[in-house]
């Protein structure tokens, strides 16, 4: 089966960091894309940033560009999300997703091309 665990949310105070772990399995880890998504209350689910397994192409959405950092451990079936300098803004709960079919024209950030989704990890940062 096909499964996502996300793990590693807390609260933080602004300005500090945590890092967001996925364990994935029930894959053909050759050929797969992982992306980190949030939402916060009474928005839209947002891509944060997406890996590929195959060739480790990276994306990050603007807002977390430069504070964020996404990694794989292709070994271990894990990716991580190291987050760092948060904000306020960053509250929200975080998941991880899984393309299992991946296009050469993959954008990473659109929740629509993922057809995997793991549970939620919280992820509050206070003021």
């Known amino acids: 089966d096909v499964q996502l665990q996300a793990s590693g949310g807390g609260l933080v105070q602004a300005g500090g960091s945590l890092r967001l772990s996925c364990a994935a399995s029930?894959?053909?880890?050759?050929?797969?894309?992982i992306g980190w998504f949030r939402q916060a209350p009474g928005k839209e689910r947002e891509g944060v940033s997406g890996?590929?397994?195959?060739?480790?192409?990276?994306n990050y959405a603007d807002s977390v560009k430069g504070r964020f950092t996404i990694s794989s451990d292709n070994a271990k079936k894990m990716v991580y999300l190291q987050m760092t300098s948060l904000k306020p803004e960053d509250t929200a709960v975080y998941y991880c997703?899984?393309?299992?079919?991946?296009?050469?024209?993959?954008?990473?950030?659109?929740?629509?091309?993922?057809?995997?989704w793991g549970q939620g990890t919280q992820v509050t940062v206070s003021s």
């Open positions: 997703a899984a393309d299992s079919h991946p296009t050469g024209g993959s954008y990473y950030l659109d929740q629509y091309e993922y057809d995997y």
């Open positions: 029930g894959f053909t880890f050759d050929d797969v894309n």
């Open positions: 890996i590929s397994f195959s060739d480790r192409r990276i």
